[in-house]
């Protein structure tokens, strides 16, 4: 057995640092605790190997007259809309399911300052995955050119590209509020998938057999709403449409997600 | 210090918790002895702000938990060792607690040789460790910081004898430097052999609390003469009741009052004892209310 030495109580509250933890050190815990385990390592690599595929796909699978940029952007863009919101919904779950909460809510004892971490890390991951899966998209689209013979179509405005941007930071908070709202893996995870893929076909079947339901469907449909960011840049009605679309589905269940997290205990 | 006032939490009409107060004081141990489904651990989150009380206040040197700015380098706590992600490595868990609190980088490497965890140890994912081995890095979470207070729910659950030979040096040292400890048990044994103080809970309500000293001193003796029956009669004869237990008679008085009588009457004894297993008697009485073999029996 190890002896066990303590620096005495009393040198001890002389260097007791009374600092409130600043929100920049919890960000770093979260973004290394995003990193630090084999799944979060490979849910990260993932991101690159997805943009890689896709690029390769695209080379040799689309027909030469639609190798331009956009079209690699879209390939790209796709699996980082499944991605990127898993990556934030584990961000937040894990404290529950696996139960780190206990050790995380205690060192920082205000919830919501480390939701806010987790956002800024997740965000910060999602912005540097985009850059990163964009950049992809260039190479590809200057080797896809040269091997296939044709000029090289940069079809992607900066403006658009910062819109794609968007839209797939809009599918990483979904699953950021998903994930506040169930506080378990799988539910949250399963809800994504219900909000991403049922919801929009239920959506699309409805508004092409109810009248009524075609006029509303842009203003309360978030998927169909967040399409036109991906297909290029967003007129003054489109973006009207969004801003309600994500009031509804993503700013008031955050709220409400808030409000059980703060209150809700951590076992 | 740890001040726990009228602390209550009831789950719709379920009262878990029902109105504790007790002081935890610096440089002792205090033990916090209850059965399991007692409510300590209810007491314990509460404590440290993972669960609204619903009336009553918890303060740590006066301050409410969420009041510290740095909780990590004020309070040590562990309330469950084997709530973290399994595939974590018990140095990267340390690392994590490190680094939030703002410490030095040295203090994960030294943390872990103080709690016993080899290089390779600390290197391997907590999914395969034992729950000693988990217990250890739960101490050293919360120890990183170098706390002046530490609460810790059932810290000796897992460890084998020398662990917890280790863990009672541990605890006992950082009450001698002048620190808080508070731990929670379901073993009176433990706690016995750990705290000074203890306060005993059970159904959510405290049933018994002070100092090991005082709650151990049931109040009754044991005493054993040459002359037994004649030792019987004189305390009889002074008004004492008494009782065989065993070959020894128990009396109910003080070993002081037992002695004076055994001097009045001119008997030798053999044995003069204060008995213990008041705290004992108590415990079980505890116990077999919240167990269904006490029940059956």
Redesign the interface.
């Known amino acids: 057995?190890?002896t066990?030495?303590?620096?005495?109580?009393?040198e001890?509250?002389r260097?007791?640092?009374?600092?409130?933890?600043p929100t920049w050190?919890?960000t770093?815990?979260e973004l290394?605790?995003m990193f630090?385990?084999?799944?979060?390592f490979w849910l990260m690599a993932s991101i690159v190997i997805a943009a890689l595929l896709s690029t390769v796909a695209t080379i040799l699978f689309a027909p030469d007259a639609d190798l331009t940029y956009y079209t690699f952007a879209k390939a790209i863009g796709f699996p980082m809309t499944v991605i990127l919101p898993i990556i934030a919904v584990l961000s937040i779950t894990?404290e529950w399911s696996?139960?780190?909460?206990?050790?995380t809510?205690?060192?920082?004892?205000?919830r919501n300052r480390v939701i806010l971490a987790k956002v800024i890390a997740s965000v910060t991951v999602g912005i540097v995955a985009m850059v990163v899966a964009l950049t992809i998209g260039v190479v590809g689209n200057v080797i896809g050119s040269a091997i296939a013979g044709v000029d090289q179509v940069w079809d992607v405005s900066f403006v658009h590209a910062l819109d794609i941007m968007l839209g797939s930071l809009l599918c990483l908070l979904t699953g950021t509020m998903l994930g506040l709202l169930f506080r378990s893996s799988p539910v949250a995870l399963v809800a994504y998938f219900v909000y991403a893929l049922l919801v929009p076909t239920m959506s699309g079947l409805l508004a092409t057999s109810q009248q009524g339901y075609q006029d509303l469907q842009p203003w309360v449909d978030l998927n169909y709403a967040q399409s036109f960011l991906f297909e290029g840049t967003l007129s003054g009605a489109q973006s009207a449409h969004l801003a309600v679309a994500v009031t509804i589905w993503l700013v008031l269940p955050a709220l409400i997600a808030l409000r059980l997290v703060r209150?809700s205990?951590?076992? | 210090m740890i001040t726990i006032e009228s602390l209550s939490k009831k789950y719709g009409g379920r009262t878990v918790v029902d109105s504790i107060s007790f002081t935890a004081r610096a440089g002792r141990v205090t033990g916090f002895l209850g059965p399991n489904g007692a409510g300590k651990s209810t007491s314990m989150?509460m404590m440290?702000?993972?669960?609204?009380p619903t009336s009553g206040t918890a303060t740590i040197h006066g301050r409410r938990?969420?009041d510290?700015?740095?909780?990590?380098?004020?309070v040590g706590?562990m309330?469950?060792a084997?709530?973290?992600?399994?595939?974590?490595t018990g140095r990267?868990?340390l690392t994590?607690?490190q680094?939030?609190?703002?410490l030095e980088s040295y203090r994960v490497t030294e943390t872990l040789?103080?709690?016993?965890l080899t290089e390779t140890e600390s290197d391997r994912r907590i999914g395969g460790y034992s729950l000693g081995m988990r217990q250890r890095l739960g101490i050293a979470?919360a120890l990183i910081g170098?706390?002046?207070v530490l609460i810790l729910d059932e810290p000796a659950n897992g460890l084998d004898p020398?662990g917890i030979?280790?863990m009672r040096?541990?605890l006992r040292?950082?009450a001698d430097?002048?620190?808080t400890v508070l731990l929670s048990s379901h073993l009176l044994h433990e706690i016995e052999v750990i705290a000074e103080d203890i306060v005993m809970i059970g159904k959510g309500r405290i049933v018994a609390q002070g100092s090991k000293a005082e709650l151990l001193r049931a109040g009754k003796t044991i005493v054993r003469g040459r002359d037994m029956p004649a030792l019987e009669r004189a305390l009889t004869a002074s008004g004492l009741a008494t009782s065989y237990d065993q070959d020894a008679l128990s009396v109910e008085a003080e070993p002081g009052v037992v002695g004076l009588v055994a001097r009045e009457y001119e008997l030798a004894l053999t044995e003069l004892r204060a008995a213990d297993g008041g705290l004992e008697d108590l415990f079980l009485q505890l116990t077999a209310d919240t167990q269904r073999e006490g029940k059956a029996a």
């Open positions: 057995m190890t066990t030495t303590l620096t005495p109580v009393r001890q509250q260097t007791l640092v009374a600092d409130q933890i050190r919890v770093r815990v290394r605790k630090d385990t084999r799944s979060g894990g696996q139960r780190s909460g206990l050790t809510f205690t060192l920082v004892p205000h209150t205990e951590v076992k | 989150r440290v702000g993972l669960t609204r938990f969420a510290l700015p740095n909780p990590g380098r004020e706590v309330l469950d084997s709530a973290q992600h399994a595939g974590r990267e868990i994590l607690a680094q939030l609190m703002g040789a103080m709690v016993g979470v170098r706390p002046s020398a030979r280790w040096d541990l040292g950082y430097d002048g620190g």
